[in-house]
């Protein structure tokens, strides 16, 4: 079955990095899309990023263009987010995703879920 | 940036009963609209896309409609594991955009 674990969250001073991983398991890592998804305590949800099966492609929310940076690993079913110079709304639970689409046509909408990292900023 | 809203912000239903969501694009989206259900302390579910599209395993009392600017999620009769937050997507614009959510508890 499909399994996403996210790790790396954690408390961190504003200004400061952190790098979120996300392991995946249970199918062909290298032929889907994944997301990056946030959500601040009490609020809704966040799309953060996405990159496509290969790496080649990949899309920004507005709100982290420039700070971060998503990328993955094929070769070991990882997906990273680095994120830099970080805010204290940045605070938030970030979820890795699996885009529904699959190969070159990503659909942009997610199918799978993990259950999320925090991350707190906070001095 | 396409702005998504959602109304009501909260619905108390009955068990049993019909409840209406519904999910406004602030430009047309076409049918790049899917929906999510969301328990507390979980991940969210996906339920439907391309507006009207049960996603695998969805029960058939989850339907949605619309097109354009103006969608619609409709639960036919809530169950006890209905009661949760629904929140709207939109896909056809980078960047992709949630709606605040719903939240439908119990009445």
């Known amino acids: 079955q499909v399994q996403l674990v996210e790790s790396g969250g954690g408390v961190v001073q504003p200004g400061r990095s952190l790098r979120l991983s996300c392991a995946a398991s249970g199918f062909t890592f290298s032929n889907y899309a994944m997301h990056w998804v946030r959500q601040a305590p009490g609020k809704g949800l966040e799309w953060v990023a996405i990159?496509?099966?290969?790496?080649?492609?990949?899309h920004y929310a507005d709100s982290v263009k420039g700070r971060f940076t998503i990328s993955r690993d094929n070769s070991k079913n990882t997906v990273h987010v680095q994120t830099n110079s970080l805010r204290a709304e940045d605070t938030a639970v970030y979820y890795c995703a699996r885009d529904r689409g699959s190969g070159r046509v990503w659909a942009a909408f997610a199918d799978y879920w993990g259950q999320g990292t925090l991350v707190t900023i906070s001095s | 940036e396409i702005v998504m809203t959602q109304s009501p912000a909260s619905l108390s239903v009955s068990p049993g009963e019909r409840a209406t969501l519904s999910c406004r694009a602030s430009q047309s989206v076409s049918s790049d609209l899917a929906w999510y259900q969301q328990k507390p302390g979980q991940a969210p579910r996906l339920l439907i896309y391309g507006a009207s599209t049960r996603a695998t395993g969805i029960p058939a009392r989850f339907s949605g409609s619309g097109s354009g600017t103006e969608f619609t999620l409709t639960i036919s009769s809530l169950q006890s594991e209905d009661f949760a937050v629904y929140s709207c997507q939109q896909y056809n614009n980078w960047p992709l955009t949630f709606g605040p959510g719903t939240k439908v508890d119990i009445k």
């Open positions: 990159i496509s099966y290969d790496g080649s492609n990949k």
